[in-house]
């Protein structure tokens, strides 16, 4: 009796033990690994020599091998839902990609022309497969650039800050808790919208009017080695500051950091480098270098 009231627990035990969460890195690993057996020449080869390319069927094995785990995982974490673009988590977007790219290869394998084509309707046919190949590569690009953004900064830096992107600004939280956002450091309209141009910094204010001054601009210390956590809310976004030659993208539920020296004092520009929706343009923001003693002055201005 005690052996059949043991039973369903000792079950339920063992599958969650044994229970496999969906892995993103690994994942994109097998899409990126299976998506060197995709024939994006196989067009061209079978045009020029008018036969099948070389080691066709083998790469096709090759490649539902190396596809097998993706696809699993991939299948196994969206089920038969019907899920909204906006509402997909980071993992149930790849786990999409992987779908869209295992289908657009097949179908450039599975068409497996033999003939040059030999009237318009033929040729358009290679043409949509060949498409097809290559919408794949793009995908799998695409999938293996995120997998070097999950890759972090790791040196040693003096400062950290948190940089979260949104639809559509930055807002940068510092190490004793103050926040400031992108659109502040910007002019503004008559109506009070801020503008792209520059809101120069105001040397002249004194007191409480330059705390206010110093807390519109994100800010680091000179010749200090800065740290910057990043990541986005909802949609990828991409932090840049073109003099300083600093890019990275920022994933959706993960950190990315990227780390600078700035050596020069003055105000750049840093804007959002990945499309992201209709406010896209709007996502710049200016950033000033101060001497470590004005830095002090700007952390005590943005102190909640």
Same mark, same amino acid.
């Given at each position: 009796m005690i052996r059949f009231l043991i039973l369903p627990f000792l079950i339920l035990f063992?599958?969650?033990?044994?229970? /496999?969460?969906?892995? +993103?890195? @690994?994942?994109?690993?097998?899409?990126?690994?299976?998506?060197?057996?995709?024939?994006?020449?196989?067009?061209?080869?079978?045009?020029? +020599?008018? +036969?099948?390319?070389k080691n066709y069927s083998h790469n096709k094995t090759r490649f539902k091998k190396e596809i097998e785990y993706a696809l699993e995982q991939s299948q196994k974490l969206l089920?038969?839902?019907?899920? @909204?673009?906006?509402?997909?988590? /980071?993992?149930?977007?790849?786990?999409?990609?992987?779908? /869209?790219?295992?289908?657009?290869?097949?179908?450039?394998?599975?068409?497996?022309?033999? #003939?040059?084509?030999?009237?318009?309707?033929?040729?358009?046919t290679y043409y949509q497969i060949f498409m097809a190949a290559v919408e794949a590569k793009d995908i799998?690009?695409?999938?293996?650039?995120?997998?070097?953004?999950?890759?972090?900064?790791?040196?040693?830096?003096?400062?950290? #800050?948190?940089?979260?992107?949104?639809?559509?600004?930055?807002?940068?939280?510092?190490?004793?808790g103050g926040q400031v956002n992108c659109h502040d450091s910007k002019a503004k309209f008559e109506d009070g919208r801020p503008k792209w141009s520059m809101d120069e910094f105001d040397e002249t204010l004194k007191g409480e009017e330059r705390k206010k001054e110093l807390a519109r601009f994100a800010t680091v210390p000179i010749n200090k080695v800065v740290k910057l956590n990043l990541r986005s809310e909802k949609v990828l976004h991409s932090f840049?500051?073109?003099?300083?030659?600093?890019?990275?993208?920022?994933?959706?539920?993960?950190?990315?950091?990227?780390?600078? @020296?700035?050596?020069?004092?003055g105000t750049y520009i840093y804007t959002c480098n990945e499309m992201c929706g209709e406010g896209h343009g709007s996502m710049i923001g200016y950033l000033r270098v101060v001497d470590e003693a004005e830095y002090k002055e700007f952390l005590e201005a943005i102190k909640p």
């Open positions: 063992l599958g969650a033990c044994t229970k /496999e969460g969906f892995d +993103s890195a @690994k994942v994109i690993t097998s899409v990126v690994d299976a998506a060197k057996h995709v024939p994006d020449n196989a067009i061209e080869t079978i045009m020029m +020599s008018n +036969s099948p390319p089920g038969n839902r019907k899920i @909204k673009d906006e509402d997909l988590t /980071e993992d149930e977007m790849v786990a999409t990609m992987v779908i /869209e790219f295992h289908n657009l290869a097949i179908k450039a394998f599975d068409s497996d022309p033999l #003939i040059a084509p030999t009237n318009f309707s033929t040729a358009r799998a690009g695409f999938l293996g650039k995120r997998l070097k953004i999950m890759k972090d900064f790791t040196g040693d830096c003096e400062h950290e #800050i948190s940089v979260l992107g949104r639809q559509w600004d930055w807002i940068f939280t510092y190490e004793n840049a500051v073109p003099a300083f030659r600093v890019k990275k993208d920022c994933p959706i539920g993960r950190k990315a950091g990227i780390g600078f @020296k700035a050596v020069k004092k």
